[in-house]
């Protein structure tokens, strides 16, 4: 069962990819590309979920019948 790597043909396009998405963080810069998504996900995205949170505090009743 285990041990038997060398049989397994690797991809070297799989390979690349993966070793690439390991070490994001190596290569990540901030730019006018990357920008507009680092902005959506760590701002936007949890200040609407807070306001959708804080509109919708106590309409719903959630309790056991």
Same mark, same amino acid.
């Given at each position: 069962?285990?041990?038997?790597?060398?049989?397994?043909?690797?991809? =070297? #396009?799989?390979?690349?990819?993966?070793?690439?998405?390991?070490?994001?963080?190596? &290569?990540?810069?901030?730019?006018?590309?990357?920008? =507009? #998504?680092?902005?959506?996900?760590?701002?936007?995205?949890?200040?609407?979920?807070? &306001?959708?949170?804080?509109?919708?505090?106590?309409?719903?009743?959630?309790?056991?019948?």
């Amino acid at each position: 069962m285990g041990g038997h790597n060398d049989t397994l043909l690797k991809d =070297p #396009a799989i390979e690349e990819w993966a070793w690439m998405r390991q070490n994001t963080h190596r &290569y990540f810069k901030i730019n006018r590309r990357t920008a =507009p #998504a680092l902005i959506g996900m760590g701002l936007l995205f949890p200040a609407l979920t807070f &306001y959708m949170a804080y509109v919708s505090q106590g309409k719903f009743i959630v309790e056991p019948k």
